[in-house]
């Protein structure tokens, strides 16, 4: 699994042996990386046919690794009840009706904002479900003063909302990246206008530079950004301000926001499946999710573990807009090599942001960058 902390190791050794704990005849050895580097990791010690039993797969990296794994459908009777866990992570985590992880963590995209800028421009807190023209309005109010209403860069994850929630769709029906079509023109360009016609937002720095919108934030410059549930504990311990959660903004009454999320599967190598089936069970189960929930690791994928991470993250406005936003959420699929067409946005949609070039000529850089 990845871990980017000596915290995030802990918690994964705790799980490891409390595998051992229940089964005495399983030994778990835990291997870790950081993040930035896990799915390289992964790729090179399958080409040296020396992938772990166990892995930690992401749902957007399906199209990418996800023929490592095996299918879990039949391996998981009597030891877990796919039922317990939120539906649209397991439906990220499965393809072509093959269930290859067993979900640890979700997140839906939402909008964390700054409750003190909110009181002190008099404007009343977003409520779960608002309109893009409400939105907008609190956007413009909050903007004065060198600060702004919101920001937002190029990354998909924060843009794909926008084109959701208009019926919009940015893969084709093989699976391949469809950035040009008018849905996602339109989507993308309704954000770009929030930074070069309506003026809310920041333009961005010449270099894109990754997680920019999240330090403007909580650095206090804007009011509002999009972000995912397992930034909010850290959040709200290390900025000096109220913070509020809310849905990305409703377009003609319709919100769908994407979602990120991780399980653990069996790869295709692994000789003992079934002891490692029984692994699993322990490691993401009712008591596993319940001890990183109270330990704010992470918002819990077992539906039931997840009161005791809003007892943690202890924001009086987290439940409803999350609640909310996995009514409609999108899985978030993507095409293999996603990753380049994040890394494309960043390179070119400063340009966007900045005035330099239109939303849809941004578009068409990036779809011909990734073919």
């Given at each position: 699994m990845s871990a980017d902390s000596q915290a995030e190791v802990d918690v994964w050794q705790k799980l490891a042996d409390d595998v051992t704990a229940k089964y005495p005849n399983i030994t778990v050895k835990l291997e870790t990386t950081a993040y930035k580097d896990y799915y390289n990791k992964l790729t090179t010690q399958a080409a040296g046919n020396d992938l772990p039993c166990i892995a930690g797969l992401q749902a957007q990296r399906m199209a990418d690794v996800g023929s490592l794994y095996m299918p879990l459908n039949d391996k998981l009777d009597g030891l877990v009840n796919i039922d317990d866990y939120d539906s649209s992570i397991v439906d990220g985590l499965t393809d072509g009706g093959n269930l290859l992880a067993v979900p640890y963590d979700l997140g839906p995209y939402v909008i964390f904002y700054n409750v003190d800028m909110f009181k002190a421009a008099g404007i009343e807190e977003p409520q779960p479900g608002w309109t893009y023209d409400e939105f907008l309005a609190a956007a413009k109010a909050l903007t004065k003063d060198g600060k702004y209403g919101f920001a937002i860069d190029g990354t998909p994850d924060m843009w794909l909302p926008f084109v959701l929630s208009i019926?919009?769709?940015?893969?084709?029906?093989?699976?391949?990246?469809?950035?040009t079509?008018?849905?996602?023109?339109?989507?993308?360009?309704?954000?770009?206008?929030?930074?070069?016609k309506e003026k809310v937002a920041p333009a961005l720095p010449a270099t894109g530079?990754?997680?920019?919108?999240?330090?403007?934030?909580?650095?206090g410059n804007v009011a509002m950004v999009i972000d995912g549930p397992w930034q909010l504990i850290n959040a709200r311990n290390t900025v000096d301000f109220e913070v509020g959660l809310t849905t990305t903004p409703a377009i003609d009454g319709k919100s769908v926001t994407t979602m990120s999320g991780t399980g653990f599967g069996i790869t295709q190598s692994c000789s003992n499946p079934t002891e490692a089936a029984q692994a699993i069970s322990v490691i993401i189960g009712k008591d596993s999710q319940e001890y990183i929930a109270k330990?704010?690791?992470?918002?819990?994928?077992?539906?039931a573990a997840q009161q005791y991470w809003y007892e943690v993250a202890d924001v009086p406005t987290a439940k409803a807009a999350i609640d909310k936003a996995l009514?409609?959420?999108d899985p978030f699929r993507t095409a293999p090599g996603w990753n380049r067409v994040n890394s494309l946005m960043q390179q070119y949609a400063v340009q966007a942001f900045n005035g330099q070039a239109t939303p849809e000529e941004v578009l068409q850089q990036v779809q011909d960058g990734y073919k």
């Open positions: 019926g919009g769709t940015y893969l084709d029906a093989d699976g391949s990246p469809d950035l079509n008018p849905k996602v023109v339109e989507g993308f360009t309704t954000v770009v206008d929030l930074a070069t530079a990754s997680n920019w919108p999240s330090d403007q934030w909580r650095n330990e704010g690791r992470g918002f819990p994928a077992y539906k009514e409609t959420v």
